[in-house]
């Protein structure tokens, strides 16, 4: 295959990435560690963690790991918990303690959390005690024999953390009772810690370095094996691509998404610790009055996010007045960048909005625009070092330029296959190492690829495909709309229709109006034959919207 997009690869950035520069992710942090000990590494609350200490911090903690809990090389280890400083910590110890990381999302049912958890075969789980009820209710059904809780305020300095750790328990309420016998804080195991020794353990590109998991919202969730070789590959890939922007050593990011999930976890934490970068962690990004508030506080030159929460953000009191004369870089990804956020983006940062994609399988960057681009053009961009993308049919054909097919993937940072499960990952791997994506898209001659959407959530209106991101786009295009989604809806006539749902920021606009706008801006079939209004969308833990919840809605 003619790797048409390298005629285009933007100046300076390399075709290929060294990945034996770093033979695991506990070597690149150590390094890391010696060469930014005194610069700041992550902040949260007002609380500075410099490099150093982030050394020393999770050296005590992954001594505690090894000799009090006899957790072994490859042992499987749960953080539950949202942005705070713990969560670096924590990463850092299992990371440097030679075991695998299962990232677990704080709000998962006690149902969802016993799966992962017996899934995955993991033998110790760092929670925050804020969800320690849940555990609860399952752990007897499990393997897991150490639990370490943490309080929120537990990294802060005195008197700011009895404090914060009083309010949350007896003002807020926000602790529901739990009993987990034999359970330790994490501040007694990180003070136990610093009086033991940290066994080195040798790692290689071959060990697993996380269970991702991925899947949750449409079946049963499964664990993506990322290496230490994919972590690696990925981190060094961005590192090249945002060399464009002027991205230095030192930069000041805003980590909003929670770093349990993929996107936050490589391309804000690991990518800029391996930089030397300031991690600004946001713990609650729903409350954005808040978030706004504390964007003002810092001088950012990095900030990553969803289409939602820059739409949130660009209509939140007070955003406007933020200081955007230090942004370098703004990244979008998780779901497909509107047009119209991109566009209210840059008039009011002055910073073009990027689109990268990729997914948990490709750990998680396989494509990005340049951020050179002088505007948001809708693409995904070009393949990141040492990344190859072909649009394929469903036997796995190439398809020429322009054609509609599944977007595939290969390159260093795919995953090494579904934990336990051959029969799916044979079901996503093609020959020669090929990624099948489940996403919808095309290439043109530049060999810049544009989503058209989810192959699942491909509507089939009388034999004709329809993309929801399309009609999406052109319903928030219009000023009366905030949010949108379209689903489809079986019909005898035509197989299925369009279902929309829109969330409005003008309370007076009338489903008339915004129908006659779509019949303006879209071909008959793909205009909604019935548009629905609510208050909000149901959306994931990182703010994308839940296409299934509404489809199983308009099909009940």
Known sequence: ?????????????????????????????????????????????????????????????????????????????????????????????????????????????????????????????????????????????????????????????????????????????MIPDWNIPNSVTLRHAINDGKWQNLENVELGHADLAFLQYTGGTTGVSKGAMLSHKNMVSNVLQMTGWMRQANIRDGEVIITALPLYHIFALTVNLIQQLRMGGLNVLITDPRDFPAFVAELKKHKFSIITGVNTLFNALLNTPGFSEVDFSHLKWSGGGGMAVQGPVANHWKKVTGCVLTQGYGLTETSPVATSTSPLEPEFTGSIGLPLPSTEIAIMDDAGNELPLGEIGEICIRGPQVMEGYWQRPEETAKVMLPGGWFRSGDMGRMNEKGESFIEDRKKDMILVSGFNVYPNEIEEVTVAHPGVLEAAAVGRPSEKSGEVVVLYAVRSDPNLTQQELLAYLKENLTGYKVPREIIFREELPKTNVGKILRRELRDEVKA
């Not at 005629?7 to 930014?36: H, M, R």
């Not at 963690?49 to 042992?75: I, M, P, V």
């Not at 990463?91 to 695998?100: D, S």
């Open 1 to 173: 295959m003619e790797k048409i997009w390298l005629k285009n690869y933007p100046e300076g950035v390399p075709a290929e990435v060294d990945i034996n520069q770093y033979a695991s992710l506990k070597d690149l942090l150590e390094q890391s560690f010696e060469t930014y000990k005194d610069l700041p590494a992550v902040t949260n609350m007002g609380k500075t963690l410099t490099y150093g200490e982030l050394d020393q911090q999770s050296r005590y903690f992954a001594a505690f790991l090894q000799n009090n809990c006899g957790l072994d090389k490859g042992d499987r280890i749960a953080i539950m918990m949202p942005n705070l400083l713990q969560y670096p910590v924590a990463l850092c110890a299992a990371l440097r303690a030679g075991l695998v990381v299962v990232n677990v999302n704080p709000m998962y049912t006690p149902r969802e959390l016993k799966h992962q958890l017996n899934d995955s075969g993991a033998k110790a789980i760092v929670i925050l005690e804020n969800f320690a009820h849940t555990l609860g209710k399952v752990i007897d059904e499990t393997g897991v024999e150490t639990v370490v809780v943490t309080q929120i305020g537990d990294m802060l300095s005195v008197p700011k953390r009895q404090i914060v750790n009083f309010v949350v328990r007896n003002v807020k309420k």
